[in-house]
């Protein structure tokens, strides 16, 4: 079985147009520094919802 090679996703760099691995934090040419975003998946938003719910649960008792 022939094995299929997977094409690396690129993103392009907004300030010189130059096209960089998606894992890159630093565009290569032009040193422009990628934004970072928050990290927080589905479960934890939802646990850190539930938890400011139970504490204004708790407060209203109270």
Same mark, same amino acid.
């Not at 299929?4 to 147009?17: F, N, Q």
């Not at 691995?21 to 520094?33: G, K």
């Given at each position: 079985?022939? %094995?299929?090679?997977?094409?690396?996703?690129?993103?392009? !760099?907004?300030? !010189?147009?130059?096209?960089v @691995?998606? &894992?890159?934090?630093?565009?290569?040419? !032009? &040193?422009?520094?990628f934004?970072?975003? +928050? &990290? /927080? @998946?589905? %479960?934890? /938003?939802?646990?850190? $919802? +539930? #938890? #400011?719910? $139970?504490?204004?649960?708790?407060?209203? #008792? /109270?």
């Open positions: 079985m022939a %094995k299929i090679h997977e094409i690396p996703k690129k993103k392009e !760099c907004p300030s !010189c147009a130059f096209e @691995d998606s &894992n890159e934090t630093h565009c290569t040419i !032009c &040193n422009y520094e934004p970072q975003g +928050l &990290n /927080l @998946d589905w %479960k934890k /938003l939802t646990a850190i $919802f +539930l #938890l #400011l719910v $139970f504490i204004v649960f708790i407060f209203r #008792l /109270l």
